[in-house]
């Protein structure tokens, strides 16, 4: 598990003015909360943070936090938000907690290999979830979970209960797919007789159709006059 140091300040205020002024002066406005203790704003100095979470090998990561004078403690980087068009960091969420406590979290899962299906079958590999919840101790929350899935021919899969992992409970649905092989994809090619060649043969008897009524048409004519 990887743990960062980050030094904080209590913030005061609200509100989009206040966090909107705290941006342009450098920094980035974040929230610590978590076992039952009030929620705590803060103001974060945006080289600083930008220095942790570039050292950081993912999101899930345990960080000493000091906040102002304070001693440090272990918090959970629990969310980061960025400017939907910038992508730079406009909000960090920090929650706290107890060592000797499992918490939930949500983990990133990584495929590893090439699938036989697919390497030599020609068929397409379905990613199907990506994260994996799990439950352990928050020093032992992993970077992410690996799924080798070189082994898999086509309509084969793994499941979540497929999974066994040290230390690390998974309490996601059991049942549910991460990754499968399916078949590749046939496209059906025109039988004899159909398509362009089907179409034109049913329009050159439509003709015919049409004379043989008109012929008995002028036939009924004549024998109403006799």
Request: proline share 5%.
């Given at each position: 598990?990887?743990?960062?140091?980050?030094?904080?300040?209590?913030?005061?205020?609200?509100?989009?003015?206040?966090?909107?002024?705290?941006?342009?002066?450098?920094?980035?406005?974040?929230?610590?909360?978590?076992?039952?203790?009030?929620?705590?704003?803060?103001?974060?100095?945006?080289?600083?943070?930008?220095?942790?979470?570039?050292?950081?090998?993912?999101?899930?990561?345990?960080?000493?936090?000091?906040?102002?004078?304070?001693?440090?403690?272990?918090?959970?980087?629990?969310?980061?938000?960025?400017?939907?068009?910038?992508?730079?960091?406009?909000?960090?969420?920090?929650?706290?907690v107890d060592l000797t406590k499992k918490i939930i979290i949500a983990v990133p899962v990584h495929l590893i290999g090439v699938a036989d299906g697919v390497r030599s079958g020609g068929g397409v590999q379905?990613?199907?979830?990506?994260?994996?919840?799990?439950?352990?101790?928050?020093?032992?929350?992993?970077?992410?979970?690996?799924?080798?899935?070189?082994?898999?021919?086509?309509?084969?899969?793994?499941?979540?209960?497929?999974?066994?992992?040290?230390?690390?409970?998974?309490?996601?649905?059991?049942?549910?797919?991460?990754?499968?092989?399916?078949?590749?994809?046939?496209?059906?090619?025109?039988?004899?007789?159909?398509?362009?060649?089907?179409?034109?043969?049913?329009?050159?008897?439509?003709?015919?159709?049409?004379?043989?009524?008109?012929?008995?048409?002028?036939?009924?004519?004549?024998?109403?006059?006799?």
């Open positions: 598990m990887n743990e960062l140091h980050l030094d904080a300040e209590v913030r005061s205020g609200a509100g989009k003015s206040v966090t909107r002024k705290m941006r342009t002066a450098g920094n980035v406005p974040g929230i610590l909360y978590g076992l039952e203790d009030k929620p705590v704003m803060l103001g974060i100095n945006s080289r600083t943070l930008h220095k942790m979470l570039h050292s950081a090998s993912s999101e899930n990561v345990l960080v000493d936090l000091a906040i102002g004078k304070s001693n440090a403690v272990k918090v959970l980087l629990k969310d980061v938000q960025h400017h939907p068009v910038t992508n730079k960091v406009v909000h960090v969420d920090f929650q706290r379905e990613f199907i979830m990506r994260e994996l919840e799990v439950s352990c101790l928050p020093t032992d929350i992993p970077t992410h979970i690996e799924v080798d899935v070189s082994k898999l021919g086509i309509g084969d899969a793994v499941h979540v209960s497929d999974l066994q992992l040290d230390k690390i409970e998974i309490v996601s649905d059991p049942h549910r797919t991460i990754v499968s092989v399916q078949p590749p994809t046939v496209t059906k090619l025109p039988e004899a007789g159909e398509g362009v060649e089907g179409a034109e043969a049913e329009e050159a008897k439509e003709p015919e159709v049409i004379a043989e009524k008109k012929a008995e048409e002028r036939q009924k004519e004549k024998d109403d006059k006799k």
